[in-house]
C-alpha cells in the first residue's frame, strides 16, 4: 500500500506551518523528515496519522494502514510489560497475541522485563516498550516522530535493525528525527515546504 | 445577494456598524415608552396593587432568556454545518446576554413572588426551568473561557449547546412533572394568560419588542467585539509567525 | 473493545486505580447527612431516597475527571484513535467501564446504606431499580462532559459545571422513583421516562462524546 501524500498543508493552533508537502512512501521504504524545531514535523506526522485534519491537500492510502508512536508511549504503569503489549495487540485485533508480544519483546530486548510494571521502567526502557508496540499492531506503514529519544546507542542500533527487518518484510516507515539511523530511506527536508504568510487581505472568512 | 453574505467579518461589521445607532434608538424608545406607560398610565391591580407593574421588566426579560439560548442554538448549528466564524462569534456573544436576561427575569421574579406569595422564592416549575436554565448558561460560557483556541472552543461549545438544549427541555418536562409530583395542585404559578387584562398587554407588548431590540443591538454590538478580538489575536499569531 | 475493557477494569482494580474511592464518598455522603439533620429516624426515611440519589450522583461525578484524562495524558487516547476501534466504540466502553467501577458498587451499596438512613421497606427495591436504570445515563453523561474537558488543565471543576445540569432530568426521575416507592405510590410514569432517558442517552451520547474527542485530540 503506497502512501501519497499531495500537496499538503498543515496548520498549528490555527496558523499554517508547513504548505504543499507532497511525497510517495511505496513498501520497502523508509522515509526521513528533516528540519528545524517548530518547522511542523510532529503536526505533520499527526495529519498524516489522521489525528488532524488535513488544512489543504489529500492524503491516501492511510486509512487503517498506519501505526502511530508520539512523544508519548501509551503506557499504562501499573500493567505489567507484557500487560501492556498484550492489550495493544488485541485493540489491533490480532489473533496471534501470544507469539506477536514475544517476538516484539524479543526484538527490542525487554523479555527480562515483561513482568515488571512499566512504571518501574527507565525512560529508555520505556520508549523501547512504546516501539514494541508498533511491532505488534502488524500496520504496515509505521510513522514515527522522534522514536530514538532516551535510547541508547544500542538500543538505537536495536531500534534500526528492526525497521530494517520491516521494511524487507514489505513495510514502510515515516520517520521524524535527528538521529542518524543508518538507514537507507530518502530525506526530506521539510525547511523548503514553511509556510509562507498569506498576503495581508482584508478581513476574510477565516482571520487568517 | 444571499443572506450568507454577512457571514464574512468584514461585510457584518460594516452593516452591523450602520444598522446599531438605529437599533440603540429605537430599543431606547420602546423600552422607556413601554415602561413608562407601563409604571404611570396603567391601573394598580385590585388584588395584587402596583407590584403587579414588575411584569413590564420581568416578562420580556423572560421571554428574551428563553429566546437568547434558542439563538445561540441556531448559531452553533450553522456554524456545525456551515462553519461561519461570525456565527459561532454570535453565539459566544449572545450568551452573557441571556444570563443577565435570566438573573432579571429570575430576581425580579423573587421581588415580585415576595409581597404576592409571600416567599422570595418556591420551587414553582417556572422558577426552577429558569434556575436550570441559569446553569446551562453558566456552563456554556465557563467552557468558552476555559479553552485557549478559538476554533476549538467554538466546535466544542456547539456541541454542548445542541446537547444541552436537549437536555434543558427535558429538564423543563421533568421539573413540572417533580413539583406536580409534590405539591398536587398547590401550585404558585400565574398563569399569566388569564391574569394579564388588556390595559396591561399593550404596554407589555412594547416592552418585549424593546427588549427584543436591546438584545438583538447588544448581540451585534457583542459580535463585533468578539470579531475584532479574534482578529487581533490571528495578527499577534501572524506576526509572530513572521518573526 | 472487550480488550479495553477489560483494560480499563484492570487498571481500577490496580492500586491507583481508584476503585473503591466513589463507594467510600458515597458511605461518608450518607453517614455525614444524619449529622447535618438530625437522627430523627422519620425525617431520615423521608429524605433518604434523595440523599442516596445525590450521594451515588456526586460519587459518579467525583471519579469522571480521570476517567479520558489519564488515558489522554499519556498519550493513550492518541495511539487509540488511531487504532481500528472507532472513537464512539472507545467511549461507549470507556462509560461501561466507569459503571462498572462505579455505579455497581453503588447500586448494591445503596440497600446498605438505605438501613443506615431509616429508609422505609417498600422503597429497598425501588431505589435498588431507579439506580439500576439511572446510572448507566450518570455515566455516559459524564463521558460527554469528560470528553469536554480532556484537553484542559484544571478541567475538574469545569466539569462539575457542564455535567451537574445536565444530570437534572435523570436525578428527578431517578429519586422520583425511590420517593415514590418508599411511600407506597405508583412508580410507572417516572420510572419509564428514567429509562427513556436512560436508553435515549446510551444511544445518542457517544456520537456527541467521539464528535467533542476526536476535536480535542486535533
Redesign the interface.
Same mark, same amino acid.
Given at each position: 500500500m503506497t502512501l501519497t501524500v499531495t500537496d499538503l498543508s498543515v496548520t498549528r &493552533? &490555527? +496558523?499554517p506551518?508547513l504548505s504543499g508537502v507532497s511525497f510517495a512512501l511505496v513498501p520497502g521504504e523508509a522515509l526521513v523528515l528533516r528540519g528545524p524545531n517548530g518547522i511542523g514535523k510532529t503536526t505533520l506526522l $499527526?495529519t498524516v496519522? #489522521? +489525528?488532524? *485534519?488535513p488544512y489543504m491537500g489529500s492524503i491516501s492510502g492511510h486509512e487503517?494502514q498506519? @501505526?502511530? @508512536? #508520539?512523544? +508519548?508511549? #501509551?503506557?499504562?504503569p %501499573? /500493567?505489567t510489560v507484557a500487560?501492556n503489549l498484550t !492489550?495493544?495487540a $488485541?485493540?489491533?485485533?490480532r489473533s496471534d497475541v501470544k507469539y506477536a508480544i514475544s517476538d516484539a519483546m524479543s526484538d527490542f530486548d525487554l523479555e527480562g522485563l515483561a513482568d515488571r510494571p512499566a512504571g518501574n521502567l527507565s525512560a529508555g526502557q520505556k520508549r523501547r516498550l512504546g516501539l514494541a $508496540?508498533l511491532m505488534v %499492531?502488524k500496520r504496515p506503514i509505521w510513522v514515527m516522530d522522534e522514536p530514538t529519544v532516551s535510547l541508547d546507542s544500542a538500543s538505537v542500533q536495536r531500534f534500526s535493525e528492526v525497521v530494517r527487518t520491516h521494511l524487507e518484510h514489505g513495510g514502510s516507515a515515516l520517520i521524524a528525527t535527528h538521529t542518524d539511523l543508518g538507514l537507507e530511506g530518502t530525506l526530506l527536508d521539510l525547511g523548503v515546504y514553511r509556510a509562507e *504568510?498569506t498576503a495581508m487581505d482584508? !478581513?476574510? #472568512? @477565516? !482571520? /487568517? | 445577494m444571499s443572506l450568507w453574505e454577512y457571514a464574512n467579518p468584514k461585510k457584518f461589521l460594516t452593516t452591523s456598524e450602520r444598522v446599531l445607532p438605529v437599533l440603540w434608538i429605537a430599543a431606547a424608545a420602546s423600552i422607556v415608552v413601554g415602561l413608562i406607560w407601563g409604571f404611570f398610565f396603567t391601573p394598580d391591580d385590585y388584588r395584587q396593587g402596583s407590584t403587579v407593574k414588575i411584569i413590564f421588566i420581568h416578562v420580556p426579560a423572560a421571554l428574551m432568556a428563553i429566546n437568547a439560548w434558542f439563538m445561540m442554538l441556531v448559531a452553533s448549528l450553522i456554524w456545525i454545518i456551515r462553519r461561519h466564524h461570525v456565527s459561532a462569534l454570535a453565539a459566544k456573544a449572545a450568551a452573557p446576554v441571556g444570563v443577565v436576561m435570566t438573573l432579571i427575569a429570575l430576581i425580579t421574579g423573587a421581588l415580585w413572588g415576595q409581597p404576592m406569595w409571600g416567599t422570595w422564592w418556591a420551587w414553582d416549575p417556572r422558577l426552577t426551568s429558569f434556575l436550570v436554565l441559569f446553569l446551562f448558561y453558566l456552563g456554556y460560557i465557563a467552557l468558552w473561557e476555559a479553552i485557549d483556541d478559538p476554533d476549538t472552543a467554538a466546535d466544542l461549545t456547539s456541541i454542548l449547546c445542541l446537547v444541552g438544549s436537549v437536555f434543558a427541555v427535558l429538564s423543563r418536562y421533568a421539573v413540572l412533572f417533580w413539583n406536580q409530583g409534590l405539591h398536587q395542585g398547590a401550585s404558585l404559578s400565574l398563569d399569566k394568560e388569564e391574569n394579564v387584562a388588556d390595559v396591561f398587554s399593550n404596554p407589555l407588548y412594547v416592552c418585549m419588542i424593546g427588549f427584543a431590540l436591546l438584545f438583538l443591538a447588544l448581540v451585534l454590538y457583542r459580535t463585533g467585539t468578539e470579531i475584532r478580538a479574534r482578529r487581533i489575536k490571528a495578527l499577534i499569531a501572524r506576526e509572530r509567525l513572521e518573526s | 473493545m472487550i480488550a479495553l475493557l477489560s483494560r480499563d477494569l484492570q487498571l481500577a482494580l490496580r492500586a491507583g486505580g481508584g476503585f473503591g474511592l466513589g463507594l467510600a464518598f458515597f458511605l461518608i455522603v450518607a453517614v455525614l447527612v444524619p449529622f447535618a439533620v438530625g437522627p430523627q429516624s422519620e425525617l431520615l426515611g423521608r429524605i433518604a431516597p434523595g440523599v442516596l440519589w445525590i450521594g451515588a450522583l456526586l460519587a459518579c461525578l467525583l471519579s469522571l475527571d480521570r476517567l479520558l484524562a489519564l488515558d489522554w495524558e499519556d498519550g493513550s487516547l492518541d495511539l487509540l484513535a488511531t487504532a481500528p476501534l472507532p472513537l464512539e466504540a472507545i467511549v461507549t466502553m470507556k462509560s461501561v467501564a466507569h459503571w462498572i467501577t462505579t455505579g455497581v458498587p453503588l447500586i448494591l451499596a445503596a440497600p446498605i446504606l438505605g438501613v443506615l438512613l431509616q429508609l422505609p421497606a417498600a422503597g429497598y427495591l425501588w431505589l435498588v431499580v431507579s439506580l439500576l436504570l439511572g446510572t448507566p445515563a450518570l455515566s455516559v453523561i459524564g463521558t460527554f462532559g469528560a470528553a469536554l474537558t480532556v484537553g484542559l488543565k484544571r478541567g475538574g471543576l469545569l466539569l462539575s459545571l457542564l455535567v451537574l445540569p445536565l444530570y437534572v432530568p435523570t436525578l428527578i426521575f431517578g429519586a422520583e422513583v425511590a420517593r415514590r416507592g418508599a411511600a407506597g405510590l405508583a412508580v410507572e410514569t417516572p420510572l419509564l421516562m428514567l429509562a427513556g432517558i436512560s436508553a435515549a442517552s446510551l444511544a445518542c451520547l457517544p456520537f456527541a462524546s467521539a464528535a467533542v474527542l476526536r476535536i480535542n485530540l486535533r
Open positions: &493552533g &490555527g +496558523l506551518v $499527526r496519522a #489522521g +489525528l488532524q *485534519p487503517d498506519i @501505526a502511530y @508512536a #508520539g512523544h +508519548l508511549d #501509551g503506557i499504562k %501499573t /500493567l500487560e !492489550f495493544w $488485541r485493540v489491533f485485533g $508496540r %499492531t *504568510p482584508d !478581513f476574510d #472568512g @477565516a !482571520f /487568517l | - | -
